[in-house]
């Protein structure tokens, strides 16, 4: 059962024990009931403040509501966002916290797609060999990965490690002779693995993209 789907059953739950309709609930919320059935079918995420406003009615903790830890919601602020961290460099077993020296700055994510995730953080580009897929310079927003590469499906891009090697984005691919950590514009093409392969030369697949943050140049310096 997906996050999403468990904060529908919560929800419902919620409404049949406290006698209330979900029109009820969305005049509380000042929502309207096409978006309260769209929460009900989870089909679709709340913002935060919504999510709040619904414990605060049924007088539970939001953790309750979202099935989650406290201390995820403890990295939420008060205006609904959490700060992503950018990393230049990661390699496999590095911190996502301030400790951290590799982390360049933070960028706010709208806590709403938090919630239902593991840990985020983006992933600078460092070189140009995933062209056209991807720029120097690009961000990559990655969630890390709790499940093993059996979760990886043919296209996916993902944050690999090698032993105590600086992690690198890679375009996954499977065959019939193994999985393919695959360039976009490198003239010979990568060797299928084996996932014994794959574990016996401590290859780690670390995270996998969200999403894509093509960051252009500013050409204007070069303007005379």
């Known amino acids: 059962m997906s996050k999403r789907e468990e904060f529908s059953k919560r929800l419902k739950e919620l409404l049949e024990k406290n ?5 009820d609930l969305a005049r509380k919320i ?30 539970v903790p939001v953790s309750y509501i979202l099935n989650c830890e406290e ?8 205006n609904g966002v959490i700060q992503v961290p950018v990393l230049k460099k990661f390699k496999f077993g590095d911190p996502l916290n301030k400790d951290n020296t590799n982390i360049i700055r933070y960028i706010p994510v709208a806590a709403e797609r938090f919630i239902n995730r593991n840990t985020l953080f983006f992933k600078e580009v460092q070189t140009d060999e995933m062209n056209p897929l991807l720029f120097k310079g690009d961000l990559v927003l990655f969630e890390v990965m709790k499940s093993g590469i059996d979760k990886i499906h043919i296209g996916d891009i993902c944050l690999c490690t090698k032993g105590n090697e600086d992690a690198v984005i890679r375009e996954m691919v499977t065959t019939t002779n193994g999985f393919v950590f695959n360039l976009m514009n490198v003239n010979m093409p990568p060797r299928p693995r084996t996932l014994a392969e794959i574990k016996e030369e401590d290859i780690n697949i670390v995270a996998k993209a969200l999403e894509v943050v093509h ?8 303007n005379d």
């Open 19 to 23: 006698n209330m309709s979900q029109r």
């Open 30 to 59: 000042y929502v309207t009931d096409a978006s309260m059935s769209l929460y009900l079918s989870g089909n679709r995420w709340p913002k935060y403040d919504l999510i709040e406003k619904m414990a605060n009615i049924f007088d």
């Open 71 to 78: 201390k995820k919601l403890d990295m939420i602020s008060e």
């Open 215 to 222: 960051v252009f140049p500013d050409r204007s310096k070069n």
